[in-house]
């Protein structure tokens, strides 16, 4: 071969890694997906509701989302229009009689005018009719050595499934879970399923994952959404876990929050009884994690640590995180963005829920100079990437 023709060759593999390479070239990396606030939403509310409800559901309704709130203080699920911002609906419900519930933990909406009730410490699930009033009790036995269905307490929010028949509920160790090996913990069951018809109870194969409890503690509360996945968010652990069905395993994917240190700090087990009550309050940890169905991501709260100060009081502390940030999770749970909440931002977290409009977030913060008693008022967060 001439050395014209070597030229020609090399001219010619040259163009075409040229061409390769920019028709292989990596797009630029799509950016964080985050959460912009919006407009704020006030229902005017009478002088027997709190501004801060004890358990929140969104529903679709011909066009008007309903949001389902319960007042705790009269026994009370009303619904609220999204589009008028009024109560359009409200049923009380006998504590104790013929017809009584007990006093109701939380709710599932089946549909419209249908609402299952879970009474507090009282192993039973009523069906009632919220236009008509009626109600229907039916008796479960939960699993020997867990509590009744539990949805609360309100830093650890979850919602329950209907699948065949059966609804999926969150459960807890009814012992004292720091007395359990980690083995032990690792065998100790997140959630069972209740048959609406026989009332049997069957716990499901999802556990606390192995080596959370280690050679020392952290917190034993989790968060569960029980959406097209089973997924758990635990206290202590960076991870979520997810099972694809009622009967499938747990699967962990990494989800560290970018304000938080790689170690989160462990339970005081040998510390004072006030260095132990502080630990849920001052420690980094995650909290409630909500699936939105309408733009198929995962919002994953998240509390990074606390230094308490001269002045602090520690009782809002409790309800009132100082600081948060939302971790958005998509379908597959993979982290594509989070979003900082600074201390001055004053909303009330543990008071969230999803509708077709975004993430709605209280702002009835006693901070907060939007605060009004009379109103439960929530600000709009619209996700963008």
């Known amino acids: ?30 950016p964080d997906a985050s959460l912009v606030p919006s407009e704020t939403i ?14 929140l559901a969104y529903h679709d ?51 419209f005018d249908s609402i299952m009730i879970f009474p507090t ?42 699948i065949g028949g059966k609804l999926m509920v969150k459960t807890s160790f009814m012992g004292n879970p720091y007395l359990l090996s980690d083995d032990e913990m690792a065998a100790t069951h997140l959630t069972y399923s209740i048959d609406l018809t026989s009332g049997q109870t069957t716990p499901l194969p999802h556990f606390f994952p192995k080596g959370y409890w280690g050679d020392k503690k952290t917190y034993f509360r989790f968060s569960m959404s029980a959406g097209p996945k089973f997924v758990y968010s635990f206290f202590g652990d960076h991870h979520v876990y ?13 989800a560290e929050s970018k304000y938080f240190k790689k170690s989160i700090d462990r339970y005081p087990t040998d510390g004072s009884p006030e260095d ?19 733009r198929e991501v995962y919002y994953r709260f998240c509390f990074p640590g606390v230094e308490i100060q001269d002045g602090d009081k520690i009782s809002q502390l409790m309800s009132f995180p100082r600081t948060f940030s939302i971790q958005i999770l998509d379908k597959d749970l993979n982290p594509v963005g989070e979003t900082y909440f600074g201390k ?7 008071n969230s829920f999803v509708g077709k409009g975004g993430l ?18 929530f600000k709009r967060f619209e996700l963008t990437w």
């Not at 890694?17 to 990396?29: A, H, M, R, T, V």
């Not at 006030?42 to 358990?55: E, G, K, P, R, V």
């Not at 395993?249 to 990494?254: I, Q, R, T």
């Open 276 to 294: 132990r009550g502080m630990y849920p309050i001052v420690t980094a940890h995650y909290g409630n994690i909500i699936y939105d169905q309408y």
């Open 61 to 111: 309704n011909s066009g008007d989302g309903l949001l389902f709130s319960l007042n705790q203080q009269t026994n009370e699920v009303q619904a609220y229009s999204m589009n008028e911002q009024k109560l359009v609906h409200q049923n009380s419900y006998a504590i104790e009689g013929p017809k009584g519930v007990n006093e109701i933990e939380a709710f599932h909406i089946v549909r």
């Open 242 to 254: 997810y099972a694809d069905s009622p009967n499938s395993k747990l699967s962990p994917v990494l």
């Open 1 to 30: 071969m001439t050395r014209k023709q070597n030229l020609s060759a090399l001219s010619i593999i040259a163009i075409g890694l040229l061409i390769f390479s920019c028709g292989n070239s990596k797009p630029k990396d799509k």
């Open 42 to 55: 006030n229902f005017l509310l009478d002088n027997q509701t709190s501004n801060l409800s004890s358990f």
């Open 360 to 377: 709605y977030i209280s702002i009835n913060h006693p901070e907060n100079p939007e605060n009004k008693e009379d109103f439960m008022s």
């Open 344 to 350: 001055n931002t004053a909303l009330a977290p543990y």
């Open 121 to 162: 410490n009282k192993n039973s699930v009523y069906t009632s009719n919220i236009l008509k009033g009626s109600v229907e009790g039916s008796k479960y036995e939960p699993p020997l050595g867990y509590s009744n269905a539990s949805f609360r307490p309100s830093a650890f929010p979850s919602n329950s499934a209907l």
